[in-house]
């Protein structure tokens, strides 16, 4: 028998077609579209007479411009409001099932398609948004594509792919108190780079990350992507059943004993082989927080912001220095001393209950700092929003000083009106601090929910671990 | 799509690494319901100051570059965002080619659906072709992509790797859906064979979608 890894069971079992020294034809078993991506791919369509071939495959949301506060108002951004108009009609007319705005189980499409059981283990998913690499977390093989392709999905389900090498991430050991799923992710990038995994699906393994949270384990496989792999993946296992057991979408009853039975098998082969293999002590992890322009520069909350003669390289020396520059930094200065504007909790990086919950158990009974412009809480989805305000963490937050908000993606990218103001600072648990993310000439840091909670309190960065630490798990 | 056989054309240099798709199209301009018109405000936050007025300061400015239809770029060229929008904008401002020593897979990717190369040759190659492109006002590079070279004027010949699939691709400007589409009946056959296990079960407390469903 072939020992194969998770990744060459799941492509073995997709391919449509194949012949020696071509891409093949691999099946896609859900398409997740949102309105940015996606007007041009039914344009496309459209003006070449082509149908959706699986409109039941297929699930739309509107996320990443829409408003966070009242829905009810009108849309002021004519172009927004256009996209929206799009996306409506061009699903009424394929018959694509939409989540619109006004929707109980709206949120981030990444956030979404788990939480309502659209994602399950050994399946093929993909989006037109490069974070679609979260859903790899439930043993899923999920990578963001272009529109071009957006439209090859839509008119044939299927998608032209030459196989990837495999990268084995194994996180060793047990995560510290204060250190998250974040902050594994942030320590992988500093360690592979933001080009590493580049070519590569990863599939990360070890005891820190079996002990994750499928909340935290969507953290990690989200921002693989910032690591330069499409695809990050995590073998199926009890936790993840747990998970899925009861969501909409979900088989029931014996049709749920049946599809674990085979869930089962999705792990890599004992003995199956990789063509990398990176690890890490979870031990040595501390909370990360990034200090340039890219995920890559980041360094512990102990450390200090590099000096660009620091790096070998003099393109990382040349990076290293714009990005300070960028970020109005000076080198040395300890990265506890660097005060913060506004605070970011959201993102499809960071904005699930455990999220939520482990920021409110920080700030409970305290309050965001007088130099805070602006603290955000933005729920991942409409289904989270519901939940954390059953169980009061909407209360804890507000009388803390934040701002508790509807669903979207927000100040992550700032296409709708949450836009970090131009110099200003931020404590962002969002995937991407490049130039302008939220907001042109804005400054971001990328961190854990508990690290930019404690960054509010505290009104600039801080050790979570030194911070009451009794109530950070 | 547009074919691609051969390219001959003034060079741009972006001395930076890690250039992300932010950069190229940045948000503001993801809202466009059509894929046209992103020539204008490719790399717009380094290229504009306020009230759209051209920086100097920014290669694509310069004078000498006007017209530039090559972009040599360094390692992990279009990083980050899926955005084909990136894409679309380096294709509409006139590029047929990047030069790069590594590309983004999801950019790399995408290049191939619009019509432009995107040639890989090894770091100290791409260093000589910056200091040439430094050097040497009006340097131009012609590319053959059926030879898979880049050559200049004075004699500079430098080979590329491209996959013969991506290759095709280019040169006979394949439409990829009409291609895949000719496997119908493999896809059919797919359905079929996997229909036990792929069941869509209708969700049970969905709270609320549109189109009826």
Same mark, same amino acid.
């Not at chain 1, 047990?174 to 250190?179: I, Y």
């Not at chain 1, 695809?231 to 747990?242: I, L, N, Q």
């Not at chain 2, 020593?101 to 290049?111: L, Q, T």
């Given at each position: 028998?072939?020992?194969?890894?998770?990744?060459?069971?799941?492509?073995?079992?997709?391919?449509?077609?194949?012949?020696?020294?071509?891409?093949?034809?691999?099946?896609?078993?859900?398409?997740?579209?949102?309105?940015?991506?996606?007007?041009?791919?039914?344009?496309? /369509?459209?003006?070449?007479?082509?149908?959706?071939?699986?409109?039941? /495959?297929?699930?739309?949301?509107?996320?990443?411009?829409?408003?966070?506060?009242?829905?009810?108002?009108?849309? +002021?951004?004519?172009?927004?409001?256009?996209?929206?108009?799009?996306?409506?009609?061009n699903c009424a007319e394929t018959n694509v099932r939409l989540f619109d705005m006004n929707s109980q189980n709206q949120g981030i499409v990444h956030i979404i398609g788990p939480e309502l059981g659209i994602t399950q283990p050994g399946q093929t998913i993909v989006c037109g948004d490069s974070h679609t690499s979260t859903h790899g977390a439930?043993?899923?093989?999920?990578?963001?594509?272009?529109?071009s392709e957006v439209e090859h999905v839509l008119a044939t389900q299927c998608l032209v792919q030459g196989k990837s090498k495999t990268m084995h991430i194994v996180v060793n050991g047990k995560r510290p108190k204060g250190v998250t799923a974040k902050d594994i992710i942030l320590a992988i990038i500093g360690k592979i780079g933001i080009g590493g995994g580049t070519g590569c699906v990863v599939e990360y393994g070890g005891e820190a990350i079996r002990a994750l949270s499928m909340d935290g384990r969507m953290t990690?496989?989200?921002?693989?992507?910032?690591?330069?792999? &499409?695809?990050?993946?995590?073998?199926?296992?009890?936790?993840?059943?747990?998970?899925?057991?009861?969501?909409?979408?979900?088989?029931?009853?014996?049709?749920?004993?049946?599809?674990?039975?085979?869930?089962?098998?999705?792990?890599?082969?004992?003995?199956?082989?990789?063509?990398?293999?990176?690890?890490?002590?979870? =031990?040595?992890? =501390?909370?990360?927080?990034?200090?340039?322009?890219?995920?890559?520069?980041?360094?512990?909350?102990?450390?200090?912001?590099?000096?660009?003669?620091?790096?070998?390289?003099?393109?990382?020396?040349?990076?290293?220095?714009?990005?300070?520059?960028?970020?109005?930094?000076?080198?040395?200065?300890?990265? +506890?001393?660097?005060?913060?504007?506004?605070?970011?909790?959201?993102?499809?990086?960071?904005?699930?209950?455990?999220?939520?919950?482990?920021?409110?158990?920080?700030?409970?009974?305290?309050?965001?700092?007088?130099?805070?412009?602006?603290?955000?809480?933005?729920?991942?989805? &409409?289904?989270?929003?519901?939940?954390?305000?059953?169980?009061? /963490?909407?209360?804890?937050?507000t009388q803390a000083g934040f701002e508790w908000r509807d669903a979207g993606c927000s100040m992550c990218i700032g296409m709708n009106a949450d836009v970090l103001p131009p110099h200003e600072r931020s404590a962002s648990t969002s995937n991407r601090n490049f130039e302008g993310r939220q907001g042109r000439d804005s400054r971001t840091h990328l961190v854990s929910p508990v690290m930019a909670a404690a960054a509010a309190i505290a009104g600039h960065f801080v050790d979570v671990r030194e911070f009451d630490v009794a109530h950070v798990e | 799509m547009q074919p691609f056989i051969t390219h001959a054309g003034l060079v741009m240099p972006l001395d930076k690494v890690n250039v992300d798709t932010d950069q190229m199209v940045p948000k503001q301009f993801l809202k466009a319901l059509t894929r046209e018109g992103f020539g204008r405000i490719l790399f717009y936050d380094w290229r504009y100051l306020a009230g759209e007025k051209p920086n100097p300061d920014f290669v694509l400015n310069f004078p000498r570059y006007k017209g530039a239809s090559v972009l040599l770029a360094r390692t992990n060229f279009g990083c980050g965002s899926s955005r084909e929008h990136a894409p679309w904008g380096v294709k509409d401002y006139g590029f047929r080619v990047i030069i790069a020593p590594s590309y983004a897979d999801i950019f790399y990717n995408n290049c191939f659906k619009n019509g432009i190369l995107p040639a890989i040759l090894e770091e100290d190659e791409v260093d000589e072709l910056f200091q040439r492109t430094e050097k040497e006002q009006g340097y131009s590079l012609s590319v053959d992509l059926p030879n898979q070279t880049i050559s200049d004027q004075h004699g500079l010949i430098y080979t590329f790797e491209i996959a013969p699939s991506r290759k095709e691709v280019l040169l006979k400007g394949l439409d990829d859906i009409g291609q895949t589409l000719q496997h119908a009946a493999a896809i059919d056959d797919y359905e079929k064979a996997h229909a036990s296990t792929a069941t869509m079960y209708q969700a049970v407390d969905v709270k609320y979608y549109s189109n009826g469903h």
């Amino acid at each position: 028998m072939t020992l194969k890894n998770l990744y060459q069971k799941i492509w073995d079992d997709h391919v449509v077609h194949e012949e020696p020294g071509k891409p093949s034809v691999i099946y896609i078993d859900r398409h997740l579209i949102h309105e940015g991506t996606s007007p041009q791919a039914f344009a496309g /369509l459209k003006s070449e007479g082509r149908k959706v071939r699986r409109p039941d /495959l297929t699930f739309a949301v509107m996320d990443h411009s829409v408003p966070t506060k009242d829905r009810l108002l009108p849309i +002021v951004d004519q172009d927004a409001k256009l996209q929206f108009e799009a996306l409506a009609r061009n699903c009424a007319e394929t018959n694509v099932r939409l989540f619109d705005m006004n929707s109980q189980n709206q949120g981030i499409v990444h956030i979404i398609g788990p939480e309502l059981g659209i994602t399950q283990p050994g399946q093929t998913i993909v989006c037109g948004d490069s974070h679609t690499s979260t859903h790899g977390a439930f043993g899923t093989l999920a990578f963001g594509i272009g529109t071009s392709e957006v439209e090859h999905v839509l008119a044939t389900q299927c998608l032209v792919q030459g196989k990837s090498k495999t990268m084995h991430i194994v996180v060793n050991g047990k995560r510290p108190k204060g250190v998250t799923a974040k902050d594994i992710i942030l320590a992988i990038i500093g360690k592979i780079g933001i080009g590493g995994g580049t070519g590569c699906v990863v599939e990360y393994g070890g005891e820190a990350i079996r002990a994750l949270s499928m909340d935290g384990r969507m953290t990690v496989c989200n921002m693989t992507i910032e690591g330069g792999a &499409r695809a990050g993946m995590v073998a199926p296992d009890d936790t993840t059943f747990a998970y899925m057991e009861g969501r909409p979408f979900v088989p029931r009853g014996k049709d749920f004993q049946n599809a674990v039975e085979r869930w089962r098998l999705l792990k890599t082969d004992d003995g199956a082989t990789f063509d990398m293999t990176i690890e890490l002590r979870a =031990g040595e992890i =501390g909370p990360q927080v990034t200090w340039g322009t890219n995920p890559g520069m980041v360094t512990s909350v102990t450390g200090r912001v590099p000096d660009p003669h620091d790096f070998k390289d003099p393109n990382d020396q040349k990076a290293t220095e714009s990005a300070l520059k960028y970020m109005g930094l000076k080198s040395g200065t300890p990265i +506890v001393d660097i005060p913060v504007d506004r605070v970011f909790i959201g993102s499809c990086t960071n904005s699930r209950l455990d999220d939520l919950r482990a920021a409110a158990q920080l700030v409970a009974g305290k309050h965001v700092a007088k130099t805070i412009k602006q603290a955000l809480i933005v729920p991942g989805s &409409r289904g989270i929003k519901a939940q954390a305000e059953k169980e009061g /963490l909407d209360k804890v937050f507000t009388q803390a000083g934040f701002e508790w908000r509807d669903a979207g993606c927000s100040m992550c990218i700032g296409m709708n009106a949450d836009v970090l103001p131009p110099h200003e600072r931020s404590a962002s648990t969002s995937n991407r601090n490049f130039e302008g993310r939220q907001g042109r000439d804005s400054r971001t840091h990328l961190v854990s929910p508990v690290m930019a909670a404690a960054a509010a309190i505290a009104g600039h960065f801080v050790d979570v671990r030194e911070f009451d630490v009794a109530h950070v798990e | 799509m547009q074919p691609f056989i051969t390219h001959a054309g003034l060079v741009m240099p972006l001395d930076k690494v890690n250039v992300d798709t932010d950069q190229m199209v940045p948000k503001q301009f993801l809202k466009a319901l059509t894929r046209e018109g992103f020539g204008r405000i490719l790399f717009y936050d380094w290229r504009y100051l306020a009230g759209e007025k051209p920086n100097p300061d920014f290669v694509l400015n310069f004078p000498r570059y006007k017209g530039a239809s090559v972009l040599l770029a360094r390692t992990n060229f279009g990083c980050g965002s899926s955005r084909e929008h990136a894409p679309w904008g380096v294709k509409d401002y006139g590029f047929r080619v990047i030069i790069a020593p590594s590309y983004a897979d999801i950019f790399y990717n995408n290049c191939f659906k619009n019509g432009i190369l995107p040639a890989i040759l090894e770091e100290d190659e791409v260093d000589e072709l910056f200091q040439r492109t430094e050097k040497e006002q009006g340097y131009s590079l012609s590319v053959d992509l059926p030879n898979q070279t880049i050559s200049d004027q004075h004699g500079l010949i430098y080979t590329f790797e491209i996959a013969p699939s991506r290759k095709e691709v280019l040169l006979k400007g394949l439409d990829d859906i009409g291609q895949t589409l000719q496997h119908a009946a493999a896809i059919d056959d797919y359905e079929k064979a996997h229909a036990s296990t792929a069941t869509m079960y209708q969700a049970v407390d969905v709270k609320y979608y549109s189109n009826g469903h």
